[in-house]
């Protein structure tokens, strides 16, 4: 097993980039804003841009060290690069860009063609050529000839940030299934929430070009904004159904969530997302409403943001977050200790953090 530790540090200009963080098989994100700094890091590891200091490890491999005088090449360390653009060849037909990494490197085959083509959904594309395809199409060519170059480390820099709304929507799933069949790093740059929200097992937080805090999505983002403002990630386990009406029930760190999602295994771990606009707020719990999920939480926090309150809820040991006009949260009088009901409105589902538990 590859575990790849990061500690550097370097400028790049005005820019002073300081690094440490360790990456072990799954998806690491380096996630912050435009401009933070996740890129240059990302070009460190990969070997186009040089630390002034520090340490870069694939194991026992030494990629880069500057008290020992190691540098090597990018092409010597073993990593599989994805850029914000595929950057395929345009006279090549999808089978040969894809395996032109390998080609190129030299490298021994290990993993079959066929097997990354069905893995990337490509079979319908391999004779094609790159102008024929869409964009999401050829950002999975791209991804398969990373892949193909059969890394020991697998970086992503962005890799969606060129594709409309729909095509990101077509191709997370093929990133998931990449996180779950490559079991190598995956370091993964993004700043959209919900694309870290949906990959990431690890959340590195990048600002200014220094790690500011590194923990599980959960921790990481539940204050991070979003088109719909801020979102809470819990982590639960499937424990039962509802055959009648097609739902299931959901165990999580405070107690237990309804969700109207069919084929839902029971043992099945997942990651829910709620959104802070989806979650209103009762001082008691109520009867005679649709909202199925009325959860009992003690409020934490309340800030005031203009016209809008955020207020920060614990549920049990998870954490939820609502945000409320500020004279809605004066009305409900609430206060750090308040027992308050969080009526959830919607929760969103990541299919691809669906793991059977095993030796349970």
Not at 192 to 211: N, P, Q, S, Y
Not at 285 to 302: F, K, M, T, Y
Request: charged share 25%; proline share 5%; hydrophobic share 40%.
């Amino acid at each position: 097993m590859t575990v790849l530790d990061v500690d550097i540090s370097g400028r790049r200009g005005s820019f002073t980039v300081r690094a440490q963080f360790r990456a072990e098989p799954g998806v690491t994100a380096l996630f912050g804003r435009s401009g933070a700094g996740k890129s240059t890091i990302l070009k460190m590891m990969a070997g186009t841009a040089r630390p002034d200091s520090g340490r870069i490890a694939a194991g026992s491999r030494v990629l880069f060290d500057s008290e020992a005088r190691i540098d090597l090449p990018a092409r010597k360390r073993g990593i599989g690069f994805v850029f914000q653009e595929d950057r395929l060849f345009p006279h090549l037909t999808v089978r040969h860009n894809l395996t032109y990494g390998r080609w190129a490197g030299g490298r021994r085959a290990r993993r079959p063609l066929e097997e990354i083509v069905a893995l990337l959904g490509l079979e319908a594309h391999v004779d094609r050529y790159p102008d024929t395809l869409s964009g999401g199409e050829r950002q999975r060519v791209a991804i398969g000839r990373a892949l193909l170059s059969e890394p020991e480390i697998l970086l992503m820099d962005e890799p969606l940030s060129s594709l409309d709304r729909e095509r990101r929507a077509e191709i997370l799933p093929y990133l998931e299934a990449v996180a779950a069949e490559a079991h190598i790093p995956i370091i993964y740059v993004s700043h959209e929430t919900d694309e870290v929200a949906r990959l990431a097992d690890r959340v590195v937080a990048i600002d200014e070009g220094r790690v500011r805090a590194i923990g599980t999505a959960a921790e990481i983002l539940g204050d991070a904004g979003e088109d719909g403002g801020p979102v809470a990630i819990l982590e639960g386990r499937v424990t039962g159904h509802d055959e009648t009406y097609g739902t299931a029930i959901v165990a999580l760190g405070g107690g237990t969530i309804e969700l109207s999602e069919r084929g839902l295994p029971a043992g099945a771990r997942l990651r829910l997302r709620i959104r802070a606009s989806d979650v209103a707020l009762a001082t008691t719990p109520h009867e005679g409403l649709s909202i199925r999920n009325q959860l009992p939480c003690v409020v934490q926090a309340v800030a005031l943001e203009g016209p809008f309150a955020r207020v920060m809820l614990s549920f049990g040991s998870e954490r939820i977050i609502s945000r409320i006009t500020a004279k809605s949260a004066d009305a409900l009088a609430l206060q750090p200790g308040k027992p308050v009901t969080a009526l959830i409105k919607a929760v969103s589902v990541e299919p691809a953090r669906l793991r059977p538990v095993v030796g349970e």
